[in-house]
């Protein structure tokens, strides 16, 4: 059977959309805010905060689930839980986030199609596929939703008294493959990928295991949160430990630095990570900096050996950099530990 190309365009067939949408569009942007009862300027703003392309007055490309979805919104923010000004930044970080998933989802499916030998695509059904697995995903993804909630919601419980749950005293953490930008001036995408992948599944593994969370992977480098330093540590210390383990792993740094945090929607500010991403910029490969103030909690600890650094921060003249090192013993035995996983 002769082989036809698959073209991504080709890929947005009627049946598909109907599969994901739920429905035929068949709505104008007037005709949504009238059957949702909800403002004209309220349907735009949604619109464009989730981070869809604008649509003209006369575009019919609205479904029913459409018009569910802003009689909803509205309805929320009426109800006085969040304000007007929340609601347009939880909405925008919604889009983003959901939007950085749908694709990695439709890659993963195209990756799959390009690779079918002897791929027909007249003769596959993609609607009927993705009717089908439609609703196993959703249940999928709210059941993770919902466990991050429970984990989240535990964690706003145990904040000390006195402490907004937006800003609190945390540990935050850069690590980064040292070499990267020469990798991809000199390696193929295939072997890029392989080796970004390999990272973000070693730095997923270790901070889960040690109770801290990924805030966000860019590119080469993690940012995560861990709320005590023991569990900082030992994140940093694993993830040197297990690259070097890992063939053709680059070697890793890494910025560690302990105070307020601000949170707001699922990312990070403040001095503490603005510290953080300073001392990871001059750490040098397979080390682990630490600012003064997580170096006070660690100081008297046997575990660990500090050595004090003369280091340029950009933009923090005065800030002192730390060294950390396991005592050999220690880190013997946790190499150990490492190979026995």
């Known amino acids: 059977m002769e082989q036809v190309p698959v073209e991504r365009g080709e890929l947005g067939a009627p049946g598909i959309e109907e599969a994901l949408l739920g429905g035929e569009r068949k709505y104008t942007r007037q005709q949504v805010a009238e059957l949702a009862g909800v403002p004209l300027e309220r349907v735009h703003r949604l619109w464009r905060a989730l981070g869809f392309a604008a649509?003209?007055?006369?575009?019919?490309?609205?479904?029913?689930?459409?018009?569910?979805?802003?009689?909803?919104?509205?309805?929320?923010?009426?109800?006085?839980?969040?304000?007007?000004?929340?609601?347009?930044?939880?909405?925008?970080?919604?889009g983003h986030f959901l939007s950085r998933l749908a694709e990695w989802q439709v890659q993963v499916v195209w990756d799959w199609l390009v690779k079918q030998e002897g791929m027909n695509v007249d003769e596959f059904d993609i609607a009927r596929v993705v009717e089908a697995t439609m609703p196993t995903m959703q249940s999928l993804q709210n059941y993770v939703w919902r466990r991050h909630l429970v984990a989240f919601a535990g964690r706003a419980m145990t904040i000390e008294a006195g402490v907004e749950a937006e800003e609190r005293t945390q540990i935050i953490g850069f690590v980064d493959m040292v070499g990267y930008t020469r990798l991809t001036r000199q390696t193929d995408e295939h072997t890029l990928i392989n080796l970004l992948e390999r990272f973000e599944?070693?730095?997923?593994?270790?901070?889960?295991?040690?109770?801290?969370?990924?805030?966000?992977?860019?590119?080469?480098?993690?940012?995560?949160?861990?709320?005590?330093?023991?569990e900082a540590l030992a994140i940093a210390f694993e993830l040197g430990d297990r690259a070097r383990q890992d063939d053709g792993m680059p070697e890793l740094r890494t910025g560690l630095a302990m105070g307020r945090v601000l949170h707001r929607l699922g990312d990070v500010f403040g001095e503490?990570?603005?510290?953080?991403?300073?001392?990871?910029?001059?750490?040098?490969?397979?080390?682990?900096?630490?600012?003064?103030?997580?170096?006070?909690?660690?100081?008297?600890?046997?575990?660990?050996?500090?050595?004090?650094?003369?280091?340029?921060?950009?933009?923090?003249?005065?800030?002192?950099?730390?060294?950390?090192?396991?005592?050999?013993?220690?880190?013997?035995?946790?190499?150990?530990?490492?190979?026995?996983?």
Request: charged share 35%; hydrophobic share 40%; aromatic share 4%.
């Open 201 to 230: 599944g070693l730095a997923a593994d270790t901070i889960s295991g040690h109770r801290g969370r990924i805030v966000k992977m860019i590119g080469d480098e993690v940012l995560f949160v861990a709320d005590t330093p023991s």
């Open 55 to 94: 649509a003209g007055d006369d575009d019919v490309i609205f479904t029913d689930a459409d018009v569910e979805a802003a009689k909803l919104g509205y309805d929320f923010v009426g109800s006085g839980l969040i304000d007007q000004e929340l609601d347009a930044a939880m909405t925008r970080a919604l």
């Open 272 to 341: 503490t990570v603005n510290i953080a991403a300073r001392l990871t910029s001059i750490a040098r490969p397979d080390t682990i900096l630490i600012d003064t103030n997580l170096a006070e909690r660690v100081r008297g600890d046997r575990a660990y050996e500090l050595r004090s650094l003369r280091a340029s921060v950009r933009g923090y003249n005065r800030l002192r950099a730390y060294a950390l090192r396991r005592r050999e013993s220690d880190r013997h035995r946790e190499r150990s530990s490492s190979r026995d996983r």
